[in-house]
């Protein structure tokens, strides 16, 4: 063979030798003792479960934007007069339940443990308002409640339902046929019409008791919560006061100065006769009904290393910093893996990268490193990122995304050595080959492709910050090791963190960056995958 050939071969394979071993150098600098070293600090009790906007949550942010600033990597949102800022700062908005009660008997009852409200209304001071009882609070051709009963500027209490015989066929239908006056929905007919009677307040007497009405009070108070979740924008409300005190028989007899018992059996009487009452009962009551609305004020942490010849493109690496905070009965939810592990994971991943940078081997394209806020309230850290980029998303080449990868899910119990890869092939068919090859070729781990199927009932594609991204076009992966049993528990903790199977997927993110912020070509779109 040629002499000259056989020099040219040698100095090839040696470059490229020298090429993998450099990557590989930097990426051992990734270790699971610099991931516990932080991730005690991250999900400890001192930072309250970091719930969005707390100051668990500011600490935390606080933390990562210390190392950020240690390894080197620039601010570059907007700070206060004119200075560059890690945090990119935004608010969260939310209208909800006050102060709500109400008062009968000399005794106080208790918002969403003694009844519910269904429907919006505001009575922001509390009030006191004389009560009469209304039947089943309908109106008909053939049946009317409020027939010779004024109602006006009082407060009603009704029966849920409409009249039925023994024999099971209701009155107004004449059969086993329910009308509009029963059902889901019955309430606001009848709300509705005793507004329209003059009526201030409505109050509608359950069929349900004892552990059934238990549960229908929490269930509703879960509804509550979810409709007064927060949003992006300012909330606009109107309240029209269509709506009802849900109580049981016990309270309505408080407040109507009866008992149970004879309130039941003026029902029946109106079941059995298929006639209104003549004279209903009365009372007083007092109650306050009050809307608020906070402003929970947040940040993303945005730390950026600049690249060399290729530096307006950039690569983002993201995680979502804050957690659900503690719980109504008092414990902290530390989420250590949610997501712990993946906001310690991208402070390695920094330094990794900053180590290259400072022996000449930075990086071709520019790095955004984000830690985002409002994952669990509606992934709104990275909506409002990818509404109010820092850096041009056309010129954003990838997101790689770490949401929860330092446990192991119930498929893979026996089996610690895998990843769950969501997204890398849906828009970008050489982003899902780089991250295989950099897993063949330093990692081999197990890729479990399971949740990319778009027919996985799970739809974890749409679930972690990577979709905000992904929406507007940018190519992501969404690295993930599965939900366990202390999934949102105050049990996902540091003690249970797999810091060896972290280290190494956390190295799998590292080379599948290296390349795609080294690589000569920026990787294309070049499929529209659901």
Do not use: C
């Not at 050939?5 to 090429?19: K, Q, R």
């Amino acid at each position: 063979m040629n002499k000259n050939l056989l020099t040219g071969l040698f100095l090839s394979i040696t470059t490229l030798s020298f090429a993998q071993d450099e990557v590989t150098k930097y990426a051992e600098s990734i270790t699971p003792e610099d991931l516990k070293k932080h991730l005690v600090i991250i999900a400890s009790d001192s930072l309250e479960g970091r719930d969005t906007g707390s100051p668990g949550q500011k600490k935390a942010a606080e933390y990562v934007s210390k190392y950020y600033k240690e390894y080197g990597l620039q601010p570059i949102a907007a700070g206060t007069n004119g200075a560059k800022s890690f945090l990119q700062k935004y608010s969260l908005y939310k209208r909800g339940w006050g102060d709500v009660y109400v008062k009968a008997g000399n005794k106080k009852y208790e918002f969403n443990k003694d009844f519910y409200v269904t429907g919006l209304l505001s009575v922001p001071e509390e009030i006191t308002s004389d009560v009469i009882s209304a039947g089943y609070g309908i109106e008909e051709a053939s049946y009317s409640d409020y027939a010779n009963l004024d109602v006006k500027d009082k407060t009603v209490v009704i029966f849920e339902g409409e009249p039925v015989d023994a024999n099971g066929k209701y009155l107004l239908s004449g059969s086993t046929e329910k009308t509009k006056w029963s059902g889901s929905v019955s309430w606001q007919v009848k709300a509705k019409l005793a507004q329209e009677k003059g009526a201030k307040y409505v109050f509608i007497i359950t069929e349900k008791t004892g552990e059934d009405l238990d549960k229908e009070i929490r269930q509703r108070a879960v509804m509550a919560r979810r409709f007064s979740a927060p949003t992006l924008k300012p909330v606009q409300e109107s309240p029209t006061n269509v709506a009802a005190f849900v109580v049981s028989a016990d309270l309505a007899a408080k407040i109507l100065n009866t008992s149970a018992s004879k309130l039941t059996k003026s029902k029946t009487a109106i079941d059995q006769s298929g006639k209104p009452l003549s004279k209903g009962f009365t009372g007083k009551v007092a109650l306050k009904a009050e809307r608020i609305s906070e402003t929970i004020e947040t940040e993303n942490v945005a730390a950026f290393m600049e690249g060399t010849d290729k530096k307006d493109e950039v690569l983002v690496i993201s995680a979502h910093l804050d957690h659900i905070g503690i719980s109504a009965n008092g414990e902290i939810n530390n989420g250590a893996d949610d997501d712990g592990s993946g906001t310690v994971s991208l402070l390695e991943l920094a330094q990794a990268f900053s180590k290259a940078k400072a022996e000449g081997k930075g990086p071709r394209r520019s790095i955004l490193f984000l830690n985002v806020t409002g994952e669990e309230k509606g992934l709104f850290g990275s909506e409002y990122y990818s509404e109010n980029p820092l850096l041009p998303l056309k010129k954003t080449i990838a997101d790689l995304n770490i949401d929860m990868i330092g446990r192991v899910d119930e498929a893979h119990k026996n089996d610690p050595k895998y990843v769950y890869l969501i997204g890398s092939d849906k828009l970008s068919s050489k982003l899902h080959a780089i991250s295989e090859e950099a897993n063949k070729k330093y990692v081999n781990f197990k890729l479990d492709y399971t949740f990319n199927d778009p027919k996985d009932p799970n739809r974890f594609y749409y679930r972690s910050d990577h979709y905000n991204f992904a929406k507007m076009g940018v190519p992501v992966i969404f690295y993930f090791t599965g939900v366990h049993e202390d999934y949102h528990k105050p049990g996902d903790d540091v003690e249970k963190i797999l810091f060896d199977k972290q280290s190494q997927i956390v190295k799998l993110v590292f080379y599948t960056a290296w390349e795609l912020v080294n690589r000569d070509e920026r990787i294309e779109v070049d499929s529209h995958k659901e």
